[in-house]
């Protein structure tokens, strides 16, 4: 596993804050064959605590899972004894972090496993290490060392129980994550089904349609809104179905008006070709009562002038035409005077 530069600051930042320089790690590498001595039989009681106790012992299945387990922690802690805290070490202390959230141990026996182990190795070291004797005159000295040994070595366990821990939280806000994305999606998936099942009816003409499903909280305004919408639009729709029924009437009035108005124009127009027919033909008689009266008045002219002509002429005598002669009295009848002037011969000069 490689070594980010953020998880190198990470763990030099820690391992200043809690004082765990050099000579402290070489306190702890002092400690070593101490170390790796108790460790078996303490680990060996840790796990008999561990199958003893229900909350624990569910998390293993047979003697060879404590072994493996066991195994791998004996490994961890050595690499703690040696006082070198690098990228394999935080390695190991993440995977063991990582595999304690997966299998889903709570931080409290977690916590609990490291005091039981840090309890058994302050106690092999102050078993070795305190100075025995009132009279040693090493012994103020000694028990200094001693202190400050045991203080390394609390140091680097609470440094694996933070590294670790992180590691664990760190599953665990990931695995919550991926919980909750999952959560999310079979959610976005009700409700899509839910409310596309709806859209599905509305778009076939079913006004009648509703979200009766009960929804995820958070989606619970969606259902609401989308009965509502469904329930507005019927309304709606309602109204424009009687606007349109009345409009249908009107224009089925208006036809009917419109077919009443073109026959009476039909009529009116041929009432119009009737009366100019009869006007043509009232124009036509006036004009021959025109030119009749016209040639009438013509014929009378002509025979005023004829009139006139014959007055002047009956009031002068006649003059014999050349020619002519002396016609004998002879006694006739008397005769009008028109028949005695068309009697004789006249001549006009």
Known sequence: MSW????????????????????ARQRIAALAPLLNETLPGALDNFYAQVTRTPETAKFFSSPADVARAKETQLR???????????????????RIGLRHAQIGIEPQWYIGGYALLLEAMVEAV????????????????????????????????????????????????TARLDAEARAQATER?????????????????????????????????????FNRSVERLGETLAGFASATNSIHASADEIAIAARDLAQRTEQQAANAEETAAVVQEITSSAKKTAEAATEGRRLVRESKQNAERA???????????????????????????????????????
């Open 126 to 173: 102050l078993r070795e290490r305190w100075p025995k004797g009132v009279l040693n005159r090493n012994r103020g000295e000694a028990s200094k060392e001693t202190a400050a040994s045991i203080a390394a070595l609390i140091k680097a366990v609470m440094l694996d129980v933070d590294m670790s821990l992180a590691a664990y939280f760190e599953a665990a806000e």
């Open 189 to 225: 998936a009700l409700v899509t089904a839910t409310i596309g099942a709806g859209l599905a009816q509305l778009a076939e003409n079913d006004l009648t349609c509703r979200v009766a499903d009960e929804l995820p909280d958070a989606y619970a305004r969606l259902r609401e809104d």
């Open 76 to 94: 961890h802690w050595k690499a703690v004894g040696s006082g070198v805290f690098d990228d394999n070490y935080v390695a190991t202390v993440r």
């Open 4 to 23: 980010t530069s953020n998880e190198k600051r990470g763990l030099e930042h820690r391992l200043d804050f809690i004082k765990l320089d050099a000579a």
């Open 311 to 349: 007055a002047m002429s009956s009031a002068r005598p006649p003059t014999p035409c050349a020619g002519s002669k002396p016609r004998r009295k002879t006694s006739v009848r008397s005769s009008p005077p028109s028949t005695r002037l068309l009697s004789r011969p006249i001549c006009w000069r």
